[in-house]
C-alpha cells in the first residue's frame, strides 16, 4: 500500500530471539498504530503514537515495546519471543487534521517456533 | 463498552446472489465513526467506507451498500450480484474519536466465499 512500508514481510523467529519490526511512513500524518491479527479474532490494537516521541498502550501490549524517535517511523519490538505472538501485524497511519480513515501497510507475518 | 460484533463468521454464495453481512455495534459516546474493510486473500486491508453517527443516510457504491440504523446499533453491508472477486475477509469497525486515539475498535470479521 502506498505511503505505508512494513520491513519486514515475513520472518521466523526462535523462542526468546528478539526482533524489530518497521513502519514507515511518507505521508507526514501525526497518529501511527500496530495491530496484530490472529485467526477468529479480527485485529487488536497492541501500541499507538499521536506525535512524534509519544506512545501509548492499547489493548494487548504486554510483550512489546515501541518507539516513535522520528514521525515517519513507529517501531515494534519484541525483546524475548514467544509462541503466543505468532500473528499478522499490521501498521496503520491517520491524519487526523485532515480527518482521513486510517490506512494500512500490507502486513508482516511473523511466526515464532 | 466498546464492540463491534460480527455474528456470521462464514459466509457462502453461489455468484450472482445478493448477501448482507451483519454489524452489530456498542460505543459509550455519541460521537463515533464506523467502517468496513475487505481483507482479499492477498492479505492486506483495503478500506470500504466510512461513516459518522451522525449521518444515518444509506450509501450506494456501485454493487455495494450500506445501512445504518442508530435505533438497532446496526451497520450492514450487502453486496448485490456477488462476484468471484468479492471473496475474502470483510471487517466492522468503530472508532470513537472524543477519546483522542482514534484507535479502531474491529470485529472478528466475515469470512465471504463466493462460488462460480
Known amino acids: 500500500n502506498a505511503g505505508v512500508t512494513q520491513t519486514p514481510k515475513f520472518r521466523v523467529l526462535k523462542t526468546g530471539q528478539s526482533m524489530t519490526l518497521l513502519c514507515a511512513q511518507d505521508?507526514?500524518?501525526?497518529?501511527m498504530y500496530w495491530y496484530r491479527q490472529d485467526p477468529g479474532m479480527g485485529l487488536r490494537l497492541i501500541h499507538y503514537?499521536?506525535?512524534?516521541?509519544?506512545?501509548a498502550k492499547g489493548e494487548v501490549p504486554d510483550g512489546y515495546n515501541v518507539s516513535r524517535l522520528k514521525k515517519q517511523n513507529f517501531l515494534l519490538g519484541l525483546e524475548s519471543a514467544a509462541p503466543s505472538q505468532t500473528s499478522v501485524y499490521f501498521c496503520?497511519?491517520?491524519?487526523?487534521?485532515?480527518?482521513?480513515?486510517?490506512?494500512f501497510g500490507d502486513g508482516t507475518r511473523l511466526s515464532i517456533l | 463498552a466498546q464492540k463491534v460484533t460480527q455474528a456470521q463468521t462464514e459466509i457462502s454464495v453461489v455468484e450472482k446472489e445478493d448477501v448482507t453481512l451483519d454489524c452489530v455495534y456498542e460505543?459509550?459516546?455519541?460521537?463515533?465513526?464506523l467502517f468496513w474493510y475487505k481483507q482479499p486473500p492477498s492479505g492486506e486491508l483495503v478500506f470500504l467506507i466510512r461513516?459518522?453517527?451522525?449521518?444515518?443516510q444509506n450509501e450506494i457504491s456501485g454493487r455495494y451498500s450500506w445501512n445504518f440504523q442508530k435505533s438497532t446499533s446496526s451497520f450492514n453491508f450487502t453486496i448485490t450480484a456477488s462476484q468471484v472477486v468479492d471473496s475474502a475477509v470483510y471487517f466492522c469497525?468503530?472508532?470513537?474519536?472524543?477519546?483522542?486515539?482514534?484507535?479502531?475498535?474491529f470485529g472478528t470479521g466475515t469470512r465471504l466465499q463466493v462460488f462460480p
Open positions: 496503520a497511519i491517520h491524519d487526523r487534521v485532515g480527518d482521513q480513515p486510517q490506512h
Open positions: 505521508m507526514n500524518h501525526e497518529y
Open positions: 503514537s499521536v506525535g512524534e516521541g509519544t506512545t
Open positions: 460505543t459509550r459516546d455519541t460521537t463515533y465513526y
Open positions: 461513516r459518522n453517527s451522525f449521518d444515518e
Open positions: 469497525a468503530l472508532s470513537e474519536p472524543f477519546y483522542n486515539t482514534d484507535k479502531l475498535i
